[in-house]
Every structure is written in C-alpha cells, then in structure tokens.
C-alpha cells in the first residue's frame, strides 16, 4: 500500500495568516492526491482533487500544488472557520490510502 | 442537492453483525460508484469498500475481506454495508461517500456510529 506522511500534525495560526500543509506520498502518486476538511464533530467535505483542482463552492483561499511524491495545501488569509484537520488522500493505487491528518487551531 | 444519510450503526457484539444503510437523494445514484470510509474514535480515516455504479465490481480493504460485503439497491438509491464476524477494532464512525471514477469521495454522509463490544 502506498503510505501518506502528513505534516505537521498540528499547527497553531492566527487570522489573515497563511497556512500550508504538507503530504508525502511513499512513491509517485502521479497527482493522484486529494484534500479533505473535516470540521470538530462533523463529515469530511471533498476541498481539491488532482493535486490542484478546487472542488465546487470550495473558497478560492484553498490551492494545492505539488508532483511526484510532495504535495501541499495552502490556505491563504485564514479565516475562523477554517479551524479544522486536514487530510490528504491519494487514489494513484489501490487501495486509496489517507494521511493521518493535520490539525488546525487559532492562536 | 446532495444528501447520504446513514443508519443502523450501534453497539454490538464481538463476532456478531450487523448492517448499515446508506439513503441517497439529490442526484442520480445508479450513475455513481459508491463507497465506505470508517474513521475510529480520534484517528485518521481508512477507506473500506468500494462498490460500480451497477453493483457489478465490489473492492475491499484487506483487512475487511471476507467478513464486509458492499451491495446496492439502485431502485432505491440505497448502499448498504453488511459486516459479519466484527472485532472489537472494527469500532468507528463509518462514512457513506459518492466516489469519482478515479476514487476520490466528492460526497460524504453525517457519519454512523459502530461499536463493538461486550
């Protein structure tokens, strides 16, 4: 199975601040990779897909980027709302596989 | 709009079944793959099943195979996720998701609770 290694697990930011979130993938994933947020108590929601496609009714504050085996996402001017953990999740191969996630507080 | 609301989660015992319901409104479901994402308490999610918008393809996760089965009602745009022979580490929140041609989950249900126990 190919592994994720998410970083950091955790990470404190203040509003208006810009964020980034890392993801390795064990072997290239060729941009099959995924982002998901998932606010306390609630479902995971789809936030990019193909490495950098924003997904519908997704604020354009949220991009990823990246190739190969590295990938980011980046959240730009951070709003309260956007306190959540963060997963990525790669589809290259089966089975899909996640990240073990990144959790996001206000400082 | 979309909408996956599952049912039928609850406590169990080790060894025993149960299954779960998935309902879904708000597009057309039998042009969808369909899938489960379970997350165990305060943990990362792992993707169990996967099954072809016409129920002709079912996936697993290996350490599900055998004891899960993943099927579908297309007349009443229904999943359902039948699990026998649980383990106590089967306890998690499991996730009714509409999956993409390239498996990724564009959807996702509130969620449903299972424990195993005695």
């Known amino acids: 199975d190919i592994q994720m290694t998410q970083s950091p697990a955790s990470l404190s930011a203040s509003l208006g601040e810009t964020v980034t979130i890392e993801c390795r993938a064990s072997e290239d994933i060729y941009n099959g990779l995924a982002w998901y947020q998932q606010k306390p108590g609630k479902s995971p929601q789809l936030l990019i897909y193909n490495a950098n496609s924003l997904h519908t009714g997704v604020p354009s504050r949220f991009s990823g980027s990246g190739s190969g085996t590295q990938y980011s996402l980046k959240i730009n001017s951070l709003q309260s709302e956007d306190v959540a953990s963060y997963f990525c999740q790669q589809y290259y191969d089966y089975p899909p596989t996640f990240g073990a996630g990144t959790k996001l507080e206000l400082k | 709009e979309v909408q996956l609301v599952e049912s039928g989660g609850g406590l169990v015992q080790p060894g025993r079944s149960m299954k779960l319901s998935c309902a879904a409104s708000g597009f057309t479901f039998n042009n969808y793959d369909m899938a489960w994402v379970c997350q165990a308490p305060k943990k990362g999610l792992e993707w169990v099943a996967t099954?072809?918008?016409?129920?002709?393809?079912?996936y697993y996760r290996d350490s599900v195979k055998g004891r899960f089965t993943i099927s579908r009602d297309n007349a009443k745009s229904t999943l359902y996720l039948q699990m026998d022979s649980l383990r106590s580490e089967d306890t998690a929140t499991y996730y009714c998701a509409s999956a993409t041609d390239r498996d990724y989950f564009d959807y996702w249900g509130q969620g449903v609770m299972v424990t195993v126990s005695s």
């Open positions: 099954i072809s918008y016409d129920g002709s393809s079912t």
